[in-house]
């Protein structure tokens, strides 16, 4: 199904002004940052033809979709958490400390956020209850508030315009930052898995065991003796 404004427009119609799309990439990784891309849009009606889900596109057509997002909406972001906040902190509060740290980013262009949509079915953006004020200093610096309302977009990446713009901006960034740390550790595959758990990535982390950029805190495999 190809992308729309529909969700956005419901949010315009509703008397937000500026509408964020957010999306993911990484969290399955074993090994790099977790990203998370946002786009700010106000009313309109177009978009970058060709503009879907980055992992419907093939990387050459990211790059060049991540190319004609440059002057697409008001504001555009890409926040990270490393590999160490992923294992201090939880992959759900990481991705929440990524998202504040694009969100913040927005706000520092002078965009006001009226409205999120969030990709998925579980908000990991807006703190629970019991961690309203948490104790965590990377969280409190990043976090902006008060968090705009937040909608979830089941398959968001699919359907909604600023989601998949997201989806793309995050994939384009994170996939750079993989190749470039591939230069410094190439026996990982990097350039290729991107940090995931591909087979050569798996039997490298068996032969050469673990690096800073691996999440240590999850199940990986052990260093052979």
Not at 10 to 32: K, N, S, T
Not at 140 to 167: E, F, Q, R, W, Y
Request: with cysteine; net charge negative; charged share 25%.
């Amino acid at each position: 199904m190809p992308v729309s404004l529909e969700h956005e427009a419901a949010l315009w119609d509703a008397g937000a002004r500026v509408v964020v799309g957010i999306d993911e990439v990484g969290r399955g990784a074993l090994a790099g940052p977790v990203s998370v891309g946002v786009v700010a849009l106000e009313r309109c009606d177009t978009w970058p033809v060709g503009l879907a889900d980055s992992k419907l596109l093939s990387p050459k057509r990211r790059v060049a979709m991540n190319d004609l997002l440059v002057g697409f909406g008001v504001a555009r972001a890409v926040g990270h958490s490393s590999p160490q906040e992923i294992d201090d902190l939880g992959i759900v509060a990481a991705l929440r400390l990524a998202g504040n740290r694009a969100l913040a980013s927005i706000a520092a262009s002078g965009v006001h956020v009226d409205a999120i949509l969030l990709d998925g079915k579980h908000d990991w953006l807006t703190p629970p209850a019991d961690d309203l004020f948490s104790n965590h200093a990377q969280e409190a610096d990043a976090a902006t508030s008060p968090l705009p309302p937040v909608s979830m977009v089941i398959k968001g990446d699919n359907l909604c315009v600023t989601i998949a713009a997201g989806s793309v901006l995050a994939k384009v960034e994170r996939d750079a930052i993989m190749e470039r740390l591939h230069e410094d550790h190439p026996e990982y595959g990097w350039a290729g898995n991107k940090g995931y758990g591909a087979e050569e990535h798996l039997a490298a982390i068996r032969t050469h065991g673990t690096t800073d950029q691996h999440r240590r805190s999850w199940k990986l495999p052990e260093r052979d003796k």
